[in-house]
């Protein structure tokens, strides 16, 4: 029985974000052009979740994973290619009401949306 090495450790974090998500981006990465279809000069701290870059059938629950990993005040800036009505209801639900949205964006093709948890003393 031959013993073979054991794989290189793997941020696991990392690299099933990646996979699930795909373009899932900081503000500091995306300093650039914000989204590309603006010429504003936002410098943002918040992740930032293109949903134009995920395929139709998972947009949401993609959405729901990242900001399950928003804590309490935090922000998610969500790039859409329309207005995410029925999501923001389902983050909503997801924030238990406790839910502030700002529309930065609000372009055909890319809504941009500053999406803000409550805080909560207790769930």
Not at 41 to 52: A, H, K, N, T
Request: with cysteine; net charge negative.
């Amino acid at each position: 029985m031959a013993v073979q090495p054991l794989p290189a450790p793997v941020d696991r974090t990392v690299l099933d974000l990646d996979e699930v998500l795909g373009d899932v981006q900081t503000g500091e990465a995306e300093r650039a052009g914000c989204c590309g279809a603006c010429a504003c000069d936002e410098q943002e701290e918040d992740p930032v979740l293109d949903l134009r870059a995920i395929s139709w059938g998972v947009r949401e629950s993609a959405a729901l994973a990242v900001f399950g990993s928003v804590p309490s005040g935090g922000s998610l800036i969500v790039i859409a290619p329309e207005d995410p009505v029925e999501l923001l209801h389902q983050l909503g639900d997801e924030a238990h009401g406790e839910l502030e949205v700002e529309y930065l964006q609000d372009t055909p093709g890319a809504w941009r949306l500053r999406v803000t948890r409550g805080f909560r003393l207790f769930s």
